[in-house]
């Protein structure tokens, strides 16, 4: 147990549609980090928030978003839902060299 | 191409074995370079990161990085069947945003 914890596991939902994932980070970890995973694109970084702020971007369309909560809490917001956003969608907390990753939230989208 | 290439295998290598995996980069700008292991369908976890080129042991395991080569590579002694997973190499050079690769499935056979 990595001590990040994600919620919901499983999504399943139609196109169009718009969704929220959140992640709890570690005790004591002030950075989360979004990643995506799919069968032809692997591990992609998507995002880093640190203490409230953003702090780098990747790969990230322009239908998600995310934002992080004084309590350090992190949601993903997915929108516009299309198919090949199906994916598994992992948070991770801790040092950039260092990072401890969620159980993830598998995202099905019909 | 891509930063970070990554033999995607399966590997398949008798109990016992030495599994050696291995990743080339593009990006001389790379300073910290990391092994992750993942089990399916679980969040990859850790195993160990390196900062400078030489070797790194730890149990079983060692991690060499030649920067001279832009090549990284694992290796996991006395391999036991619990080894099986994909392996993925991950690198950075900035403030969170890690590179990943593909991955590589090694199978250990009994």
């Known amino acids: 147990d990595s001590g990040v914890t994600q919620t919901p596991k499983h999504l399943i939902t139609a196109t169009g549609q718009r969704v929220t994932l959140r992640c709890s980070p570690r005790?004591?970890?002030?950075?989360v980090y979004w990643y995506q995973q799919s069968l032809d694109q692997g591990l992609q970084f998507l995002i880093q928030?640190?203490?409230?702020?953003?702090?780098a971007k990747g790969n990230i369309l322009e239908r998600f978003s995310a934002q992080q909560f004084p309590d350090l809490h992190s949601e993903l917001n997915l929108s516009s839902l299309e198919l090949g956003d199906s994916a598994l969608y992992f948070c991770?907390?801790?040092?950039?060299?260092?990072?401890?990753f969620g159980p993830g939230t598998r995202l099905t989208v019909l | 191409q891509k930063e970070v290439e990554q033999d995607p295998g399966p590997l398949s290598v008798p109990e016992g074995a030495i599994v050696s995996l291995n990743c080339t980069y593009s990006?001389?700008?790379?300073?910290?370079f990391m092994w992750y292991r993942q089990y399916s369908r679980k969040g990859p976890e850790l195993l160990m990161y390196?900062?400078?080129?030489g070797n790194k042991e730890d149990g079983r395991f060692t991690a060499q990085v030649d920067k001279s080569s832009k090549y990284i590579s694992l290796f996991i002694r006395d391999s036991q069947p619990s080894d099986s997973a994909t392996y993925l190499c991950?690198?950075?050079?900035?403030?969170?945003?890690?590179?990943f690769g593909a991955g590589t499935q090694v199978v250990v056979t009994p």
């Open positions: 991770a907390s801790g040092q950039t060299n260092e990072q401890f």
């Open positions: 390196t900062y400078s080129s």
């Open positions: 005790s004591g970890d002030l950075s």
């Open positions: 991950a690198m950075t050079h900035s403030w969170g945003k890690l590179q």
């Open positions: 928030y640190y203490n409230g702020e953003e702090r």
């Open positions: 990006n001389s700008a790379f300073q910290y």
